[in-house]
């Protein structure tokens, strides 16, 4: 292949996992997020009960003697009691300790035709299903473990739909696997998936298979990549 084909595929490929990545990173809702029904929200209205004068005042003073919601008079904002210190000043609680953040990694092999033709549809969607692969989100496919992605397969050419009601007259040059890390998998066990899913997809398909450098996937680069993976598995802590 060609330094410019090469080149566009690259960049199609690049594209195709930009937009999985973000889109997955939208879907996570902050940990302490929760529907507006279950945050106590009511709507707004004449406090108290209907047909019963003061009932409003009488249901104030009643939440104040609940638990202190209000100030010294009844009135005011809202407030927490807290138990005094030492020194007779209420004690602020002591914040939990912010979790470290864990650095992503993108994982990405290239599975290109050897001749630099192209391979067809049913051909790559026969080797996908061989290889256990499911059909999913984003209209690629998936290795999956317990519901979620350890890695993906999309074509190389944006926007990387594989789609099989789609695969009579269809063709690319090849495809691209990648994984987003951490994942639902111990890294070591997922790169080592991914690796051999990829070579059995090439020899499925008369193709090679390059690492994201365009470079053929040796056995030497193949441990260098898994030296990467150990490298940043240590960094943030996680075990292999």
């Known amino acids: 292949m060609s330094v410019l084909q090469w080149a566009l595929l690259i960049v199609g490929?690049?594209?195709v996992i930009a937009v999985y990545v973000i889109s997955r990173r939208s879907n996570r809702l902050p940990?302490?997020?929760?529907?507006?029904?279950?945050?106590?929200?009511v709507p707004r209205g004449v406090p108290g009960l209907p047909g019963k004068p003061g009932s409003d005042q009488m249901d104030?003073?009643?939440?104040g003697s609940r638990g202190g919601e209000f100030d010294e008079f009844g009135v005011g904002k809202p407030r927490k009691r807290a138990e005094p210190g030492l020194f007779g000043e209420a004690e602020e609680p002591a914040a939990a300790p912010a979790a470290p953040k864990v650095e992503e990694k993108i994982?990405?092999?290239?599975?290109?035709e050897r001749e630099?033709?192209?391979?067809?549809?049913?051909?790559?969607?026969?080797?996908?299903?061989?290889?256990?692969?499911?059909?999913?989100?984003h209209r690629i496919y998936h290795r999956q473990q317990?519901?979620?992605t350890v890695f993906s397969v999309a074509s190389l050419v944006k926007p990387g739909l594989l789609d099989p009601a789609e695969q009579q007259g269809f063709s690319t040059p090849g495809l691209t696997v990648f994984m987003l890390l951490p994942g639902p998998a111990k890294p070591g066990a997922a790169l080592q998936d991914m690796i051999s899913t990829a070579q059995s997809l090439a020899n499925a398909l008369n193709a090679e298979v390059f690492d994201a450098s365009r470079q053929p996937?040796?056995?030497?680069n193949a441990r260098?990549?898994?030296?990467?993976?150990?490298?940043?598995?240590?960094?943030?802590g996680i075990a292999l």
């Not at 994982?107 to 290109?112: E, K, R, S, Y």
Request: hydrophobic share 45%; charged share 15%; glycine share 12%.
């Open 13 to 15: 490929a690049a594209a």
């Open 31 to 41: 940990k302490d997020w929760e529907p507006p029904s279950a945050r106590g929200n």
């Open 60 to 63: 104030m003073f009643a939440q």
């Open 107 to 112: 994982v990405t092999l290239l599975i290109a």
């Open 116 to 137: 630099g033709t192209a391979i067809f549809g049913p051909k790559i969607h026969l080797a996908l299903q061989a290889q256990g692969l499911a059909f999913g989100e």
């Open 146 to 148: 317990g519901g979620k």
């Open 217 to 220: 996937l040796t056995p030497d």
């Open 224 to 236: 260098t990549l898994k030296a990467d993976v150990g490298a940043w598995a240590q960094r943030n």
